[in-house]
């Protein structure tokens, strides 16, 4: 059951970086102009809302099974999506928006942010990856 439980978090996690990374080309590109702000935002606005599914049923499971320091290691990430997802301003489009992706060096955050994210599931990737290979083990 602990092997099924880190197999299934381990493809949750490369799901999860292969987000980040299409966040970061997505941002990036808006950054030198090929797209507009109108058709980055709707892609990325796409796919807030799986990666905070996506990360939250991670953590969850590793709360129910009792894996105690992967899911204070996945809390404060979860949190942040939760909160970014709930603070979203009346008017905007999502997470993105277009308007005011410009303003206020909101590009430079988001793309600091998903390289954060980036960063950070990679590192769970590895966890994860140990975690398997020891569960695998161990039965």
Same mark, same amino acid.
């Given at each position: 059951m602990e092997a099924a439980l880190f197999i299934f978090s381990l493809i949750d996690c490369c799901a999860l970086i292969f987000l980040s990374v299409y966040f970061i080309i997505t941002l990036s590109d808006l950054e030198c102009d090929y797209i507009n702000a109108r058709s980055c935002c709707s892609k990325l606005n796409k796919w807030v809302v799986p990666e905070l599914v996506g990360h939250t049923v991670v953590s969850v499971l590793m709360?129910?099974?009792?894996?105690?320091?992967?899911?204070?290691?996945?809390?404060?990430?979860?949190?942040?999506?939760? +909160?970014?997802?709930? @603070?979203?301003?009346?008017?905007?489009?999502?997470?993105?928006?277009?308007?005011?992706i410009h303003n206020r060096?909101?590009?430079?955050?988001? @793309?600091?942010?998903?390289?954060?994210?980036?960063?950070?599931?990679?590192?769970?990737?590895?966890? +994860?990856? +140990?975690?398997?290979?020891?569960?695998?083990?161990?039965?």
């Open positions: 709360l129910v099974s009792l894996h105690w320091f992967i899911f204070i290691l996945n809390l404060p990430v979860a949190a942040w999506n939760i +909160y970014r997802f709930i @603070m979203v301003p009346s008017g905007n489009l999502g997470v993105f928006d277009p308007t005011e060096g909101q590009l430079k955050s988001h @793309m600091k942010e998903a390289m954060i994210k980036l960063g950070f599931h990679l590192l769970c990737f590895f966890i +994860y990856l +140990y975690s398997m290979i020891l569960a695998l083990i161990n039965d």
